[in-house]
């Protein structure tokens, strides 16, 4: 088991930039592989990014293809979710997840058994 926490969310305008971190606590960080999340009000959490514990492989939603980029540091137990060029859209709670699948880059939320808490991401026109 690890336990997450996100930070780094706020408010932006329309084309700005932010970049969400992810510290998880535990010796076994490197075992999970890790993904990004996101709900917006009245919607259904969605898939954002995922990335395999060595950083080997990872994948994007269509919607954040190109804006977003998913990375992690081991050393530092911590994930990261870069996102450029953000719209009114990706305004959300933003979470990450654990997936004790270490090879995985699931899109699947049911495949993640740890999460952290979120955090607000605001993009104003």
């Known amino acids: 088991q690890v336990q997450l926490g996100e930070s780094g969310g706020g408010l932006v305008q329309t084309g700005g930039s932010l970049r969400l971190s992810c510290a998880a606590s535990?010796?076994?960080?490197?075992?999970?592989?890790m993904g990004w999340f996101r709900q917006a009000p009245g919607k259904g959490r969605e898939f954002v990014a995922a990335i395999t514990y060595s950083s080997s492989l990872a994948s994007y939603a269509d919607y954040v293809q190109g804006r977003f980029t998913i990375s992690r540091d081991n050393a530092k137990n911590t994930v990261f979710l870069q996102m450029n060029s953000l719209k009114v859209e990706d305004t959300a709670v933003y979470f990450c997840a654990a997936n004790p699948d270490r090879y995985a880059h699931s899109s699947d939320p049911a495949h993640y058994n740890n999460w952290g808490q979120g955090t607000q991401v605001t993009v104003s026109s």
């Open positions: 535990g010796r076994t960080f490197s075992t999970y592989s």
